[in-house]
């Protein structure tokens, strides 16, 4: 029987410099930007929790302190309210840390999404892993598990790659990867093709990756010899066709909602959206 638990570790590459949401991001980390009160990255380790992992590995760069002060006891500050009324504002991180372990390694050189996942072999190993990209903030309300725990379940019965995908405007393919792939089951397709951020007009689909991705241990050998790409970054769309000609990635068109929060107007939607659904 297969194990249901089989990923335990997630992926965060968090070493980006953020610079659509400068000066906010000159001495504060992009993914520690709140949505309401709670940073994008909590949102994401909340999200890898649910889906039974519990072995998180972040990849940070230079400035990005406040992420590891974060996910860590604050003794002053909880001894200060502890009793008050405030005490449950920190029951969810308390959680958090409760429940999973963190580790961090840092990119020296920030060369792209690629190169910071190759930096984070090191937290990883040899098993397969998921990565989330704290910038796509998801939303499960009215379905019933969150976008890591739906792709952790195809990862059990195909083991091997996969990437999420969500239709997006045919003049927005420049800023994803898209693919191009056979539709296997409802929702669910063989990738055969993908190019990262294409002119819509050499666009495959209009099929775009979001940042959640399964990745097989092999990632880590083709992103050796992966060239820099599009941008000059190591790119994880180029290295994943390697993987793909293999026919070892899937795209899932998943249930749920994603709010693009690395640029200003996705941040803002997000926030009026939870801000709605809280009150
Ligand atoms: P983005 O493309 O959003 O880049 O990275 P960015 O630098 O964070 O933001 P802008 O475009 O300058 O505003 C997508 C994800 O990949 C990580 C980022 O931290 C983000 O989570 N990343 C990107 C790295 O960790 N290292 C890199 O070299 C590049």
């Known amino acids: 029987m297969l194990n249901q638990n089989s990923i335990k570790k997630c992926l965060f590459p968090a ?7 400068l000066p906010a991001t000159k001495a504060i980390p992009k993914e520690m930007l709140p949505v309401l009160t709670k940073p994008l990255l909590q949102y994401g380790v909340e999200e890898a929790i649910e889906a039974g992992l519990d072995t998180m ?3 940070t760069g230079r400035g990005k302190r ?3 002060d974060h996910f860590d006891i604050s003794y002053e500050l909880e001894h200060q309210i502890k009793g008050s009324s405030k005490e449950k504002m920190l029951a969810d991180i308390r959680n958090v840390i409760d429940h999973c372990t963190f580790s961090y390694t840092r990119q020296i050189e920030m060369k792209g999404l690629g190169h910071a996942i190759l930096t984070g072999q090191t937290l990883i190993g040899n098993q397969p892993f998921a990565v989330i990209l704290a910038d796509d ?6 379905v019933s598990k969150g976008v890591l725990s739906q792709m952790v379940k195809l990862y059990e019965k195909h083991q091997c790659c996969i990437v999420a995908i969500e239709e997006v405007p045919k003049e927005q393919t420049n800023k994803y990867g898209v693919i191009a792939g056979e539709e296997i089951e409802n929702n669910l397709y063989r990738v055969n093709d993908m190019i990262e951020k294409p ?3 050499d666009a495959p689909s209009n099929l775009a990756i979001i940042g959640r991705y399964i990745l097989i241990p092999e990632i ?3 992103l050796q010899t992966t060239q820099p790409g599009k941008g000059g970054e190591i790119q994880i769309t180029d290295a994943l066709l390697t993987l793909a000609k293999q026919g070892k ?3 899932y068109k998943f249930e749920g909602q994603r709010f693009d929060c690395g640029s200003v107007e996705g941040f803002v939607e997000a926030t009026n959206y939870f801000y709605n659904k809280e009150n």
């Open 137 to 142: 903030l998801c939303d499960n309300t009215g």
């Open 66 to 68: 406040a992420i590891e």
């Open 220 to 222: 880590f050998d083709v």
């Open 199 to 201: 002119d819509p007009k």
């Open 57 to 59: 590995a972040i990849v």
């Open 249 to 251: 990635v899937l795209a």
């Open 15 to 21: 070493a980006g410099y953020g610079t659509r949401f």
